[in-house]
């Protein structure tokens, strides 16, 4: 995922709304949403090429989502795939904050990443690019590929849009789809500076990416409502478009 805007215990019907887009390049080959054949517990996209997701939840409720940390700098011989540790902890039997302290030793390995792990019951944050392991409290949360409440525009926009959202009571997949189509890019004097050419940087400063060779691949909506009833929605586009390709939707009641 490349934008996470998300609210956690703060809405008095949901206690986790979760709105994401992944960026990437084209050419990247990947699968939409579904429960995996080779593990039926899992509903997520899966990345083709490492095998690995970049957002999913389990049948008991568990999620989790990652992107990536954008710092040219950052070189690594052979890393893991990141997508790799949503898929563990929606496989593993640990809560949020037993699996980010187990890969933690190991963090350093991987190249840049913001994990989200969580549940009803506990939701953590944790980035190999500072060393705090996050327990988050209740609130409403945005992450791009910095830091975890690093305002970017992006970050700043997604997050008044779904504070309105929350405020007019109109939680539902299609508004939140709508808040994820936002392709207004941002002014050169609000972009932040992460090393990459500002041109480059200006290009893929919106919600939603239209740009050659990489772009908003999909947008995916989590909800978990109070009676434990769980929707989750994707859109796949058409490369450079907003046209989608596909779309799916699952619904289903969290597993005690």
């Known amino acids: 995922m490349c934008l996470i805007v998300f609210s956690y215990k ?71 795939s990141r997508g790799k540790l949503v898929i563990d902890f929606l496989k593993n039997d640990l809560n949020p904050k037993q699996h980010i302290e187990q890969l ?46 690093t305002p970017w525009p992006k970050v700043r926009l997604a997050k008044r849009n779904l504070q309105s959202l929350m405020n007019d009571n ?14 207004r890019e941002a002014s ?13 940087e200006k290009k893929i400063s919106p919600i939603f990416i239209k740009s050659d060779g990489y772009g908003t691949r999909c947008s995916t909506v989590l909800l978990v409502d109070h009676n434990r009833e769980v929707t989750f929605a994707e859109r796949r586009f058409k490369p450079e478009t907003m046209d989608v390709e596909k779309e799916n939707s699952y619904q289903f009641t969290i597993e005690k």
Do not use: C
């Open 170 to 183: 109109t939680i539902a997949p299609e508004p939140l789809f709508d808040l994820l189509a936002d392709d």
């Open 188 to 200: 050169y004097e609000e972009l932040p500076d992460t090393g990459i050419p500002k041109e480059v």
């Open 104 to 149: 933690h030793p190991d963090a350093d390995s991987y190249m840049g990443f913001n994990l989200l792990a969580g549940s009803l019951d506990q939701l953590g944050y944790y980035s190999n690019q500072q060393d705090d392991i996050l327990l988050l409290n209740s609130g409403l949360y945005g992450l791009s590929n910095h830091l975890l409440e």
């Open 10 to 80: 703060q809405h008095p019907q949901y206690p986790l709304i979760f709105a994401a887009n992944r960026d990437e390049h084209y050419e990247r080959p990947s699968r939409a949403a579904q429960f995996w054949d080779e593990n039926p517990n899992i509903l997520a996209g899966k990345d083709l090429k490492a095998g690995g997701t970049w957002m999913g939840v389990n049948k008991q409720g568990e999620f989790s989502a990652i992107t990536n940390y954008r710092d040219p700098d950052i070189k690594k011989e052979n890393p893991p």
